[in-house]
């Protein structure tokens, strides 16, 4: 216990509090990059300064680049969430099939007897409303 005794509570609240400012600061730090290399409105000059301006004078570089590109940073963010978004839309579309596939499955799982004549009905109902 000898290593309880000799850093106390508050040593460790701090060391935590650090750590995880740390922490913050490497993902705003990725952030950051990811942002300067993912933008087409800037060439590669531009893009060059941001980098060598983030490297040698990494909290004022970060700091500067967040409160001036914050809009466009935004505006990036969201315009990328949507594409996955819809990439992601257009493969579940892609998968699923349609309804034809729905009612080729219902069909099998009619022949194989594990659902009744009824719930067919209701089930190429439904897809057929859905398409």
């Not at 040593?11 to 990811?34: A, S």
């Not at 978004?85 to 499955?105: F, K, L, N, P, T």
Request: aromatic share 14%; charged share 20%.
């Amino acid at each position: 216990m000898l290593i309880a005794a000799s850093y106390p509570f508050l040593d460790v609240f701090w060391t935590m509090f650090i750590f995880f400012l740390f922490f913050i600061w490497i993902m705003i730090l990725f952030r950051v990059f990811g942002d300067i290399f993912r933008r087409h409105d800037i060439g590669g000059g531009a893009k060059t300064l941001w980098v060598i301006f983030v490297i040698i004078l990494p909290f004022l570089g970060v700091l500067i680049y967040v409160l001036t590109q914050n809009e466009g940073m935004t505006q990036r963010a969201m315009e990328r969430a949507q594409e996955q978004q819809g990439e992601m839309d257009s493969y579940v579309r892609s998968v699923a099939g349609g309804a034809a596939g729905e009612i080729e499955r219902a069909k099998s799982l009619l022949d194989s007897g594990a659902i009744t004549q009824a719930e067919f009905d209701a089930i190429k109902a439904k897809a057929l409303a859905n398409s």
